[in-house]
């Protein structure tokens, strides 16, 4: 070719990329700050450890959450530097990778297409833009590179540790190696890229051990990764190839070795959630090798006939690519298939190609519920490539120029104009405000809006969540669930408890204990949804002040205990213990309930107050707190009289607060005697 013709070629190969990546940045980074809204509870988690790593915090792994790999959280938390610890730093760390695994892919889809086809540079060029511009509008990549979450990371990882293992495989292309065309001389062969190679396979380890630094589902990467190495040695019979694998593992150990120290002295923990997930391990007494089986099909549909159901994760039921890209992917797996016939060259790209879909799609495979758009985060690349290998055949076989590009920029076109209609519009409309779960978001941000005038407390079901947490973290909310509450005396405000919808028959029955209590139903800023059901107590409302009570040391108060005068040997009694705060607790103390004959306990419960939910030191002066303690009774007890006993003690130390008596000095007692049960047979 004319020098000016490669050089306008090229000029046109340049102009495609970056208007690829033009699209692609428009579809991940257009107003990231508000689409999707609401705070999941995942993203939430992570801008807690955000906020940690900027007050100093350098762990190697971070454990909130069930625990995150830390690679994506140092990047959000650099991020948080300019935009702040906001959903927005997180997003715009996982926007960027996005963008990257669109260049990334388009790179090893042309090191695997040179690889295979040596003398097709320009199906190679072909092959690469294609592969980007599928990345670029891929629904899952856009999804989830807006998303926050550090699985948006995985294709643009593994597609660059592939990419520079098949350019380092390229290398000595022109010397007797496994990449000679079988059955004779392959023809003239195109000059080799210079070098020894070294670069490149440590380049792809390096890729590989920041896979293994961001999502769980990185553990099973060097496998996919060591696949084309150990077939190059089978087919070549070579040491360079144990050099290579060598090369890749070192450069794999040193990028994740600050985890790897972490895992050392725990190595159970690099398995962790196997129990949870693994289709081999589940309790519901169904076949294993029908779980099995049933993962395998619904892995393999949801990357051409049926995706995810979860709407945190997808736009319900959308398989990874539209029809158009389906068929191409078909198309693709079979072209793929036939370059490991043709050449030994073909047979490593099509090793590095179909290894990495089927390693990478196992975390799908594997587990229940299957599939799962987070877990095939690996195998997103692959797939895209295979495509793309499909349309580069398709465009192959049309005599026409013109056809032959209007084809690749045909598919990509619909894919983008597909996935900006399924994102942006239907996903965003239907499923978005609970996906993102904003319900939560929304319900948090009315109760801390109405704590100038009121106590607020929110059910566990929400109060225990990340994103409420969050939000409210400069205002906190109180908690209460499991039949136990506190109650406000000091009728400078008024005390708000709020339900998740679902729990709106708690709702009710908490309106029953409560004299004077009124219900109403929050609704989201639009006022479509239905986000919290409170229970309101004016201040006017609140009981007065306790006047009678036993005195504790620290601020607590007794009141009193309310519990069955008749039980039954086997039964479970509920207690519920009533404090009173004369002050605000210094510590955080652990309540005892015993029942006692004699001096033989036979039974005890330990707990913070409200099973943990209403710690001594949130208590305010005044709060009159109801704390039930479930007592299991031996189904062997001995009818008769017994007796109740409550203390208040700390941890670690085990000092129980001693009472005080009537002069207002310590008492050298540290239990209060409640009153006597009697155990019968039940009628």
Known sequence: MPAADRSCTSARRALVATAILLIAAFLRFWQLDVLPGG??????????????????????????????????????????????????????????????SVAATGFVARQAARLARPLDPRGAELAALT????????????????????????????????????????????????????????????SPPRGSGTLHWLGAGAFVGLALDTYIGGRIAPIAVALP???????????????????????????????????????????????????????DGTPAEGRLLSG????????????????????????????LGAAMLVVGLAAVVTWAARSRGGALAATALLGWLVVMALPSALTVPSPGFVRISGAVAPAVVLAAVGVWCVAARLRDPAWRAAV?????????????????????????????????????????????????????????????????????LGRFGGGGYVVPTDRALGAIYGFPPEQAADAEAMLGKLPGATSEAVRDPSGQREILRVVR??????????REYQPLEDGVGMVGADFPPRVAPGERVVVTLRWVATATPTRDYHAKLQLRRGADAVAQNDAQPIYGLAPTTTWRPGDLVFDPHP????????????????????????????????????????????GEVTVAPAP
């Not at 999804?143 to 597609?159: C, D, Q, W």
């Not at 107590?537 to 306790?546: D, G, S, T």
């Not at 085990?654 to 009537?662: N, Q």
Request: charged fraction near 15%.
């Open 131 to 190: 592969a980007a511009g599928l990345m670029a509008g891929l629904y899952w990549s856009v999804h989830f590179s807006r998303f926050g979450l550090r699985t948006a990371a995985m294709p643009a990882l593994l597609a660059l540790a592939f990419g520079l293992e098949l350019r380092g495989a390229r290398v000595g292309w022109g010397t007797p190696s496994p990449f000679a065309a079988r059955g004779g001389d392959p023809g003239p062969r195109p």
């Open 39 to 100: 705070l999941h509870f995942d993203l939430a988690a992570n801008l807690f450890d955000m906020q940690e790593v900027l007050d100093g915090a350098r762990p190697l792994y971070f454990p909130r959450n069930t625990g995150r790999e830390p690679l994506v959280i140092y990047m959000e938390s650099a991020s948080a530097l300019i935009f702040g610890v906001t959903p927005l730093a997180s997003k715009m760390v996982t926007a960027a990778f996005g963008l990257l």
């Open 229 to 283: 190495l150990l077939v190059g040695l089978a087919i070549e019979r070579h040491p360079r190839w144990i050099g290579r694998l060598v090369l890749v593992g070192v450069a794999a150990l040193a990028a994740a070795w600050p985890l790897v120290l972490w895992y050392l002295p725990q190595p159970e923990m690099f398995v962790e959630h196997r129990g949870d997930v693994f289709v081999f391990s589940q309790p």
């Open 537 to 546: 107590l004016a201040p006017e409302a609140l009981p007065p002040p306790v």
């Open 296 to 323: 395998i099909v619904s892995t393999a549909a949801a990357f051409v006939l049926r995706g995810s159901p979860g709407i945190a994760e997808n736009l319900p039921g959308r398989p990874l690519f539209d029809p």
């Open 631 to 674: 007592l299991e009774l031996p189904a062997s007890l001995t009818p008769g009289a017994y007796t109740l006993y409550a203390a208040m003690y700390e941890l670690p130390g085990h000092y129980h607060l001693r009472l005080i008596d009537a002069a207002g000095r310590v008492a050298p007692i540290d239990e209060m005697r409640l």
């Open 408 to 476: 690749p920029a045909a598919v990509v076109a619909i894919g983008c104009l597909w996935t900006a209609h399924d994102y942006f519009g239907t996903w965003q409309r239907e499923d978005a405000y609970e996906a993102t779960q904003a319900p939560k978001a929304d319900a948090a941000r009315w109760l801390v809006a109405q704590q100038a005038a009121n106590r607020t407390f929110l059910a566990p079901l929400w109060a225990n969540d990340y994103a409420v947490q969050f939000i409210a973290r400069d205002h906190p």
